[in-house]
């Protein structure tokens, strides 16, 4: 009967919202009993003094690249990433090669990260056959397979009409649609945010309407079906404001920010480094403020990564030519921990809202909470350790990060899944 015993760590649950000094017990790959003292010898433990003891991290936002660009990524070394960053679960976009659009592909999915994984993944179907956004791919195959929700990501659905049928479909199975928010039309060509700093570099923008008038499509399509949509990656400020609107008067909309959307702005580009080009691109600083307070005031529900490794060579190219992504599973937590809680923006329970709590009632998953029972997918941080990100020693195969070399608050310490510990300081239990 395998045990561990986690001692006088702060435990963060804001389900139950309990926010205080712990043991919790594990058995079986479940939470066992959570008690202000729990006495056992002879059980393995982890002593969490000073350290904050939260529900596993969920991600549902994460691009894997397996299949078809595995000198990207593979499910293992991105798995790796993302317990090394605090992640227990990750959901994955459907835009590898082939595309996810059949039920085969998700069971594919499935079976290589029960066999290499460290960490639980949940495919993402797509909403159209080959991304196309032409002919609505088998959605209720795929969710009996074991998608959790639906996306082009990468793609806009320029169709508003598919877009419609797709939200009714997925809603048969109570499943969210992920939406890319981009009008094609006005950002193609583009490489970074439009605005002064394009103007200074000499560089073709994307105006960040062509995120706008997408956002407030899919607001007007969910309150018309009356069906879930999840607005990724929201960068603007106006974009907030639609969504923070559409939410008081009772659409069915949540919406996600990244790190790098709160944390850098179109500045960042200046050096004409590709690891600042990502798409939507890096905005205004109104615009991160406006991100900010949406976090703050509720608007935005979820903090994801939108994950996305390309090889070194790649990134190495011209700005123009570069691919569009960073990685982000690694540098998520220290960069909310930095930027939002020690800003004051979040706080702990809120931000645990953010990482794992809301992600997991978006997706339907059973998880995102520390009560007894539950499966024992934990996270186990110290908030005050400092740490400088080196690019050369992340776990994703991707090197391509903007915030090499800064220093930021907020180490992963353990990562345990389903009661093991999958992550430590020396992973000492599983893969490696």
């Known amino acids: 009967m395998k045990k561990l015993l986690i001692t006088g760590g702060r435990v963060l649950d804001p389900k139950s919202n309990r926010d205080g000094i712990f043991d919790i017990l594990v058995e079986e790959g479940k939470i066992k009993a959570i008690e202000e003292n729990i006495a056992l010898e002879d059980v393995p433990r982890i002593e969490a003094q000073a350290l904050w003891v939260m ?64 960490v639980k993944v949940r495919p993402i179907g797509a909403i159209s056959k080959g991304l196309q956004g032409e002919e609505l791919a088998p959605m209720g195959e795929m969710m009996d397979a074991g998608a959790v929700a639906f996306s082009d990501d990468g793609n806009p659905v320029v169709s508003s009409s598919l877009m419609k049928k797709a939200l009714e479909y ?10 890319h928010c981009e009008e094609p039309s006005l950002s193609k060509g583009g490489l970074m945010n439009e605005g002064e700093m394009s103007t200074i570099l000499g560089m073709q923008g994307i105006p960040s309407a062509a995120e706008e008038i997408m956002v407030a499509r899919d607001i007007a399509l969910a309150r018309y079906t009356g069906c879930r949509v999840h607005i990724a990656h929201v960068s603007t400020a106006a974009g907030v404001e639609l969504i923070r609107r559409a939410k008081r008067q009772g659409v069915a909309i949540t919406a996600e920010a990244t790190p790098h959307h709160f944390s850098l702005t179109d500045r960042a580009v200046e050096g004409y480094d590709a690891d600042t080009k990502v798409n939507p691109p890096l905005r205004t600083q109104e615009d991160v403020e406006a991100v900010l307070k949406g976090l703050q005031d509720g608007t935005i529900d979820v903090i994801a990564t939108d994950h996305a490794p390309h ?38 329970l809120q931000l645990v809202e953010k990482m794992s709590l809301h992600p997991a009632r978006i997706l339907n998953l059973s998880a995102g909470t520390l009560q007894v029972g539950q499966e024992a997918d934990i996270t186990i941080i110290d908030p005050q350790a400092e740490k400088k990100i080196d690019k050369n020693q992340l776990y994703s195969q991707g090197r391509n990060t903007p915030f090499h070399g800064q220093s930021l608050y907020g180490q992963v310490l353990y990562t345990i899944v389903d009661g093991i510990v999958v992550k430590n300081l020396e992973w000492i239990e599983k893969g490696e």
């Open 55 to 118: 529900p596993g991290l969920i991600d549902m936002h994460v691009h894997l690249r397996e299949p078809g660009f595995e000198h990207k990524e593979t499910i293992k070394s991105g798995t790796k990433s993302a317990a090394a960053g605090g992640f227990t679960t990750i959901a994955c976009m459907p835009n590898t090669q082939p595309v996810v659009d059949q039920a085969s592909l998700v069971e594919y999915i499935q079976i290589k990260a029960q066999r290499e994984g460290f």
């Open 170 to 179: 997925a809603s048969m199975w109570k499943a969210v649609i992920i939406s």
């Open 311 to 348: 090889h070194r060579d790649e990134k190495k190219q011209e700005y123009k030519l570069a691919p569009f992504g960073i990685v982000g599973l690694e540098t998520a937590l220290p960069l909310a921990i930095t930027h939002l809680i020690r800003k004051n923006i979040l706080s702990p």
